[in-house]
């Protein structure tokens, strides 16, 4: 009977954090069900809110003061309607996560696990509502000027400016809270003013019904492979005294541990979502992850002859993220929600002049805030090493392949892609720069050497192709 019982308390202490994440989101799943009856907005607002911070003050407790600290700031720099809103609003919220990340420098306690979800998810939502709300305030501006003549786009983004309330509701809504996906204001606006009629015709069970199935799936895939292997056993001396090709080969599993793991906590997270009709909007609309809708649509159509999607949500897409042929198609099938944030809140707002390291500047802020672990940086900047010689061999090759060659090409690049994943997420998993550079020494570098080398190679070989020919002289 002891043995029995201390096995289950080994069992809780080594899956603690899975434990809590499910809890959490078994519970957002049940009480989607019950949201999508309320009638009044303003009661789903504060219900849904406060369902969200009762979570957060009872598994965080006193770690909550960060998430309203972060409130409190970026409310003010939106109050005081400066030129440079977004920009503002950028530095605090990411410079107040360096605090938060370094809190233990200022004799704070270490932040929790769920701590941590919940800044990393709050980071996002501030800066992109004061984003929202910067763009709702030009557009008006612009509308005034020209005798307050309505946008074209008017309905696809804010349609009033929130007030304290509302941000601060935004902000602790439950839903999404801990795990994502990423939502705008906007949508989040959309999700309140939904009748209980429109919420309650809107689909749901086949859509749990296949998420169910595909966590169900990866979830058992998770927990037997982690009863299998273990980043911990790379930090083990133990590991280094093995053959190169064991150390190399290692990576596989660790990788694959990774991927069940995020694809089960994406899906039931989706699934919290889904059962209160939260970001589904209908398939005319053309709704993308993260953004919404793409194209206009009618609001008043009849709820019964509307096909929704659940688009908008959508954070993970398995089958892409496993079957997509290259490194760049594989990161836009993961973490859709957050890709998006980064396109549109980093990407598309980068100088001009400084283009060229766009995709590095991207990249360096997802890493920045996954976490300031040099881990992190590791995985995500040697990132843009690999697609630029996945780009420039790519390239070169399908000139001279013809159809049946290139998908030869195609399965060939997937291996590659595949393990340029698993080289990368090493670093990911293991952190530290001490265990990062031990193994990627152990295995020589090799990523980072094969993608030179392919790097140097095409280059060399499309000048040599580019070479004018020589013309020979008339006799």
């Keep these: 009977m002891l043995d029995n019982l201390e096995f289950v308390i080994i069992l809780i202490m080594t899956f603690y954090d899975e434990i809590v994440y499910v809890l959490i989101l078994s519970s957002s799943v049940a009480s989607g069900l019950l949201l999508r009856s309320v009638e009044n907005s303003r009661i789903k607002q504060l219900l849904s809110s406060s369902f969200g911070l009762l979570i957060v003050l009872f598994l965080c407790g006193w770690e909550t003061l960060h998430s309203i600290l972060s409130i409190i700031g970026t409310l003010c720099i939106i109050k005081s309607h400066n030129k440079q809103t977004p920009l503002l609003a950028f530095i605090f919220v990411f410079s107040y996560l360096l605090f938060f990340r370094c809190s233990t420098l200022f004799g704070l306690p270490k932040s929790s696990a769920v701590g941590n979800a919940v800044q990393l998810l709050l980071t996002l939502k501030l800066i992109s509502v004061a984003i929202e709300i910067h763009d709702y305030r030009q557009r008006k501006s612009r509308e005034k000027s020209k005798d307050d003549t309505p946008s074209s786009r008017f ?12 941000i601060i509701c935004y902000s602790y809504c439950y839903v999404g809270l801990f795990t994502g996906p990423f939502y705008k204001f906007r949508t989040y606006q959309d999700f309140l003013d939904q009748t209980v009629h429109q919420s309650q015709v809107i689909p749901w069970k086949e859509e749990i019904l296949i998420r169910f199935k595909q966590i169900s799936f990866y979830a058992v ?33 660790i990788f694959f541990l990774g991927r069940m793991r995020f ?36 609001s008043t159509e009849e709820s ?92 070169l090759v399908r000139q001279k392949l013809n159809e049946g060659n290139q998908l030869q090409y195609d399965w060939l690049n997937w291996f590659f892609k595949m393990r340029s994943f698993e080289y990368m997420y090493m670093a990911f998993a293991l952190l530290t720069w001490e265990d990062t550079y031990r193994w990627w020494k152990s295995v020589y570098f090799i990523g980072h050497v094969v993608c030179l080398l392919v790097i140097l190679s095409c280059t060399v070989v499309q000048l040599l192709l580019s070479k004018p020919k020589r013309v020979k002289k008339e006799e």
């Design 263 to 298: 694809y089960s906590a994406w899906l039931l997270a989706e699934c919290s979502f889904i059962t209160a009709a939260f970001g589904a909007y209908p398939k005319s609309s053309n709704p993308k992850p993260g953004h919404g809708p793409t194209v206009e649509y009618d």
């Design 155 to 166: 309905q696809l983004s804010l349609q009033e400016e929130p007030n304290t309330y509302d």
């Design 304 to 395: 019964e002859s509307i096909e929704y999607s659940f688009e908008t949500i959508r954070n993970i897409n398995p089958e892409g993220s496993e079957w997509s042929k290259t490194v760049r198609d594989g990161m836009r099938n993961w973490n859709m929600t957050v890709q998006w944030w980064l396109a549109n809140y980093v990407g598309k707002r980068w100088p001009a002049h400084l283009k060229h390291f766009r995709t590095a500047a991207v990249l360096g802020c997802s890493a920045y805030w996954h976490g300031i672990a040099p881990g992190y940086f590791g995985a995500f900047l040697t990132m843009p090493f690999v697609m630029f010689a996945e780009d420039l061999l790519s390239k």
């Design 221 to 253: 895939m998770y927990f037997i492979a982690t009863v299998l292997f273990s980043v911990d056993h790379v930090r083990s001396d133990a590991f280094y005294e093995s053959s190169f090709l064991y150390r190399l080969v290692y990576m596989v599993p």
